[in-house]
Every structure is written in C-alpha cells, then in structure tokens.
C-alpha cells in the first residue's frame, strides 16, 4: 500500500518506489511535517518535528502548555497559512469578511482511494487505477469557514508525489483569497537551489547556488510562465551532483505568474513553497464556492540530478500529455520562417517543401504572414483571413499542393493577440486585457485578447475552424509573443480585477481543451518567441515546443541542457537553421546542428532551395539517421556526461540509453578547442557485462570498460566540431 494512515497514532505514511512522506496530526487537528527522503520503514517519526520553543519572540498556539515545544514559527508544518505565528512564507493566506487575514486550518478528515482524481479545469499529470494511490485531507479553518481539501497522488513506480489543494468558502461570507499555493514542503538543513533563469533567445539556464538564511524565491510575473524563470526548482543537498545525493524536484503545471520560494529559517529549517504568484493575485471566493489550485510534481532522488531528471521524463512521457502524438512518430519538418520571414507566395513556399520533400522531410509548416495584412508584424494579428492575394491561391489549394509532395501541411497561428492595427480591434476594441483610461503598452506592436472572456474565445476558434476545416492541415503551431500589461478584464466587477490572470489561464486551457477533441490528430506545436511557455501545462497540450528562437547549435547546448532538467527530449522543438546563424552569426557545421538537433523533435528552418550539394547529401543523411536513432532518443533515457558548466567548459556530452540497455548513442560536442587537452568521456546508465559495438568501426568495448574506462576524443580539434557514437549490445 503507498499511502497508510496510523489511526492510533494520527499518521499518514506515503510511499513511492523509492521515497518516504510522512506527516502527523496532533491532538488539535494541527498538521505537522515529519520527513520527506529515501524510504524508511517506520511511520512514526514525530520525533523528528520536535523543535525548541523561544515562546515570547516565537508564539505558541493557544491550546499549548509550557515546554510542549509547539512553536509555529520552527515546527515543519504540513500546509503553512498566514498569520496565526508562523513567520515564514506562508502556503494560504485569506481574508475574511471582517477584511482580517489569518487563516488556521484543523484536519477534519481523509479518503484514500486508488488511481489520480482530476484537478477541475487544469492540466494535470493522470494515471489510471493501478498506477497510483491519492490521499484527500479535509481541514478548516472554523473562523472564517474556508474548507481545504489537500491532495496528494503517489505514483506507485516513479518516485513521484504530485499535490494540489482546493478551497471552499462554507460560511455565509464571502472571502478573499490572498495566496493559495499549491505545495509546501518543510525540509531541515543545507541546500542548494537549482533553478533554470533565462531571456528570449537564452532559455532554461542551469543555475546553482547555496541557500543562505532569508528567501531565495524564482518566479514570473508576466502572465507567462516566462523566459525568464521557469516554474521548476530543484533543492540539492551541497554534495549532491548529476549522479549521487539527494535532490527535490518541484515543477509547477501551470502557465501563468509563479512563485516559487525556499526560505532558510534561523533554526535551519528550509521550507519551500510554490503555486500561483500571489503578488498581484486575489480571488473572491462567494459562499458556496470553490477555488482549485494548479497541480505542483514532486521529484524525490537520492541518485542526483540525472535521476530526477530521468524521473520527470518518464513522468511527462506517460502521464501528461493528452494528443495521441505524445506516443506517435513525430514528422521531420521545415518551417519557413527563418528562410522567408514574411516574404513568400505559394510558389516560394513550394519550391522550399518540394526541395525538402526529395531530401526527406516529411511536414511542411507554414509560419506567420498568411492571413489578413500580415506582411509584417505591426498588423493583422486577429484576422485570421487566408490571404489569398499574397498566396496566389487558398489555404486549401496550397496544403494540396505541399501534399502532392508526400508532405503533410501545417500552419502557425497566434490566437491570443491582436494587432492594434486590425480589423477584429477596430471591430471590438474592449476584448483586449486592459486597464480602462489607462494608455496600453504594446509588445510586438500587439495586445492581449481577453481569453478570460467566453465571447472572445469563441470568436477566435470559430475563426481557426474556418481555416483548418477548409484545408488539410495536420499540423499546427501556436505561438504567444508577448507578455501582459496594464491587466484588467472589462468583463469583470472591480473587486474581481485581480482574478484576469488566473481566468486568463482557465480559458486558455478551455480553449486548449475544445481545440484538441475538435482535432485530435492534429500535431500541435507550442511556441512563445522561442520557449517562453515552455511548460508542463502547455505540454499537457502539444507533446512538443519551440525550445528557444536561438536556433545557433552551440547557444543551443546551454538551452536543450537546462530544459532536460525536468522535460523530455522528445519535448524540445529543435531545428537545423542557415549559417551564419540568424541570431549570434556563428557558423557551425552542418553536421554540428544536426547532431544537436537530432536530441529534440528535429527538423529544418531555412530555404531549402539554397542547399548546395553537399548540404542536400548531409540533409539526406540526417534524415536517415533521425529514423535508425528515433527510438534511442525519443524513447530512451537521458545522461548528462558533460556539461558545459564541468570542467575547463569547453565540452559537452550527453547520451540516450534503451530502456533495455542494448542501443546507446553518445553525442559529443567540443565548444571551444585547446590543444592536448585530455579528452575521456565515460559513458552512463550501460550494463557492465554486455558487449557493445560500435556502429561506425566495429570496435567491441565491455559496457563496463565503456561506464569506467570510457572513450578518448583526443585529435578532435576545431571549435563546434561534433561526433556521434551508436552502440548496440551484441550479446
Ligand atoms: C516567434 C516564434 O518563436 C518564431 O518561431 C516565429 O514563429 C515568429 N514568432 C513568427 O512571428
């Protein structure tokens, strides 16, 4: 059984197939945390809460007796609320009709049942019955009426905890809710926090530091999940690294402001917290009503970063999401945004996918410029009108055309923005998010339809049926390239203004939701200028997404390495683009983009009809090797063997190994050259006693010599030059 309650002793004991979660309610229904960690095979691990009270400067409940060390400021507590003395961070935090805001939840009650419920309205991770075990906690607070219900899914064969929370107004007063966060952990010791910072063109970068005393919080404010911070966050214990130690993943499934924060007590203790922003976030919650917090992924490894990363991958391969492509062979593609950018006609268009169809590509994705006046990016967003005058013929003919290549269509959209200059804003100037009387900042020369708003959500999906019922589009590309201002809704009563975020993000996934049943064979590709939404959420959606706009193979190794921290390779839109590249002016070999292309979805983004010879042999054979390799790196698993943060930084190497462990591909790739530099790779995850040989020479190695010994790439010279080794097991 993962999760067991100690009736006797008031104590729940979840257990996954390789970490323990134990918590504890006392006599007054206070709910405290005992540990979170490897497996350990006792339940009653109360002692380990026990904390010195300093009551006076710390409080004590008012139920407490002297020297019952029930102090809540230092107590590792299951689900923190504001304001009844526990200084930290606090997970809920609400106001009551009195306009007073502290919050005391009491346990009530609990069910235990089999399988994963739905979080309402949410992307979530599922599992069926027997893949996982869901405990329900009811508490309240019996001041203000609010009911909590905490949730808590135990996948039984990945060490796994998901949780997410509901709260219900049960008095006869409204309330506000000022914070609800999704998950709070109370953890005690050092840490280092690991987290993937970034800009537009720089995604997801690995970071690393110590946690001192005080709060280190990462989170977005933008009403994106952002380029900047993403909702993942890892606490590794100082010693840990890729392969060894204790590390705690926390990913958010959501899209929208997050906030995640570790905050070191001055009693060592280390709690950690993340959910919705609650910066600029309230919710009025009505009697009768509920409020559902998005689902946070806990990750427990006590074999390094590389397990809990392998964990999230298996994780989000099976249990996220929810198109049949997530388990289907994805389509080599070419988009031609960067070998055109606005400037193409049908003709243009199809000279580039029959080129690439003769090569091997197997989609043909049309980017932005098809629609309304969209000849650059100052108008047209909104209109989504073929513009047939600039293609010279429909959407339809055009997708038959490309079909008569043997290539599938696809086509880009950006559903939730309009240009100012457009005909839907000049026709309905107040869908947009706005602040009324306050002046609009534009990005990208566009605003932010109201998706908050049912009206405005259908009229923009009555517009993309239009287009894709009346030509065969197989795949789409949905793209979202700016970031919110000024946020207000002018369907909404001033004292729900601070609800346009989250409502924002509940219609998009109800759009995302309709979209999908209406055309669940289409492929859909996620995009925000590059990989600013690059999350579980969006990937509960469309199972791959534009990594980053920065399509340089080398800038790319720093990016793909940060977002394998917590999604899947077979997440990661990744393309071989033109040199000099559009956005650093690097040239890198062709053979270099591929390789680092080929460890994501793979596909092109330039003018095929440029190719020269040698480019159109290196396309073909790229294009062979991605179907020989696609099930290594689509279905295999990921080891970090070198990054560029290790060493003298000038490498870098990763490896997919079968789940079988007969078929490995080890990919290399030396950044920067030094001359007689000792160059030993030693590979990962192999099994010691088979024999591997590899594909290319023959040569034989013991997987155990290849895991210690490793391979030398000594006399491989030359700034961005790259090698793949294919091993198979041959006995
Ligand atoms: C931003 C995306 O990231 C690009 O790939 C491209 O689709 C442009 N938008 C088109 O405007």
Redesign the pocket.
């Known amino acids: 059984m993962p999760i067991i309650f100690d009736s006797e002793k008031k104590i729940f004991k979840l257990d996954t197939n390789e970490s323990s979660y134990v918590f504890g309610v006392n006599d007054h229904g206070l709910m405290i945390h005992y540990y979170y960690g490897a497996t350990v095979g006792d339940s009653d691990l109360a002692y380990l809460a026990a904390r010195w009270g300093l009551s006076g400067v710390q409080a004590k409940p008012h139920y407490s007796v002297a020297g019952d060390m029930l102090n809540l400021g230092t107590k590792p507590l299951e689900y923190s609320t504001f304001g009844v003395a526990d200084y930290r961070p606090t997970a809920l935090k609400i106001k009551a009709a009195s306009g007073q805001s502290a919050t005391n939840l009491a346990y009530i009650s609990h069910k235990i049942y089999k399988g994963k419920p739905d979080v309402e309205g949410m992307p979530e991770t599922h599992a069926a019955e027997n893949e996982a075990e869901t405990l329900e906690v009811l508490a309240c607070d019996e001041v203000t009426g609010a009911y909590v219900t905490l949730f808590y899914t135990v996948f039984e064969n990945l060490p796994v905890i998901t949780r997410h929370c509901i709260v219900e107004n049960r008095s006869e007063k409204a309330m506000n809710l000022e914070a609800v966060y999704s998950t709070n952990v109370d953890l005690q010791g050092d840490f280092d926090f690991i987290h993937l910072w970034g800009r537009p063109c720089f995604e997801r970068t690995f970071e690393r530091e110590p946690i001192g005393h005080g709060s280190k919080t990462v989170q977005g404010l933008r009403g994106a999940s952002s380029h900047f911070h993403n909702p993942f966050v890892a606490l590794a214990r100082p010693n840990a690294c890729e392969d060894f130690g204790e590390v705690y993943g926390f990913n958010l499934v959501y899209s929208g402001n997050f906030a995640a924060t570790a905050y070191r007590d001055s009693f060592e203790g280390l709690r950690f917290i993340m959910g919705i922003n609650h910066e600029d976030f309230n919710w009025l919650l009505e009697p009768g009503e509920k409020f559902v917090a998005p689902e946070a992924v806990m990750v427990y490894s006590d074999k390094g970063i590389g397990h809990m990363s392998r964990t999230f991958h298996k994780l989000y391969s099976k249990h996220l999401c929810k198109s049949e492509w997530m388990t289907k062979k994805r389509p080599i593609l070419i988009n031609n945004?960067e070998g055109t950018y606005f400037k193409f006609d049908a003709d243009k268009l199809c000279a580039i996918a029959e080129k690439a169809s003769t090569l091997g590509v197997e989609l043909f994705v049309l980017?932005?410029g098809w629609f309304g006046a969209r000849n650059h990016?100052r108008a047209g967003l909104g209109d989504w009108k073929v513009n047939e005058e600039k293609l010279g013929c429909t959407m339809g003919e055009l997708a038959k055309r490309i079909n008569s290549f043997g290539m599938k269509f696809g086509l880009?959209f950006e559903p939730e923005m309009v240009n100012p200059d457009s005909d839907l804003y000049r026709a309905h100037p107040d869908w947009v998010v706005h602040i009324d009387g306050r002046p609009m900042s534009v990005g990208r020369n566009q605003l932010i339809l109201d998706f908050s708003r049912k009206e405005v959500r259908d009229y923009i999906f009555d517009s993309m049926c239009e287009v894709l019922d009346n030509a065969n589009i197989e795949y789409v590309?949905w793209?979202y390239?700016r970031n919110f201002t000024e946020v207000g809704s002018a369907a909404l009563p001033p004292e729900r203004q601070k609800e346009t975020l989250h409502r924002y993000m509940l219609g998009l996934y109800e759009f995302l939701d309709k979209f999908i049943e209406r055309y669940p064979h289409i492929l859909l590709e996620g995009?925000s200028?590059?990989g600013g939404r690059f999350d579980p959420a969006m990937l509960y959606y469309s199972p791959q997404f534009?990594t980053s706009?920065c399509s340089d193979a080398a800038e790319r190794l720093f990016i793909q390495h940060g977002t394998s921290m917590c999604y899947p390779t077979a997440t990661m839109g990744a393309h071989v683009s033109a040199v000099p590249n559009h956005q650093t002016k690097r040239i890198t070999s062709f053979e270099t983009r591929g390789n680092v292309a080929l460890s994501g979805t793979f596909g092109y983004e330039l003018d095929a009809t440029k190719f020269t010879d040698e480019e159109c042999e290196a396309v073909k054979k790229q294009c062979e090797e991605y179907h020989k390799l696609y099930d290594v790196i689509h279905y295999g698993e990921l080891y970090r063997l070198i990054t560029p943060f290790d060493g003298d930084r000038t490498a870098y190497a990763w490896e997919f190994v079968s789940e079988d462990k007969n078929e490995a591909l080890l990919t290399y790739v030396l950044l920067y050259s030094r001359p007689r530099v000792r160059r030993t790779v030693c590979l990962k995850g192999l099994d010691p006693n088979k024999t591997y040989r590899d594909e290319e020479t023959g040569r034989t190695y013991k997987g155990s010599t290849l895991m210690n010994a490793g391979l030398n790439f000594i006399g491989f010279e030359g700034d961005y030059n790259s090698k793949k080794v294919h091993f198979k097991a041959i006995d």
Do not use: E, I, L, Q
Request: hydrophobic share 25%; with cysteine; glycine share 8%.
């Open positions: 945004w980017d932005d990016d880009w590309k793209d390239n995009c200028s590059g534009w706009d």
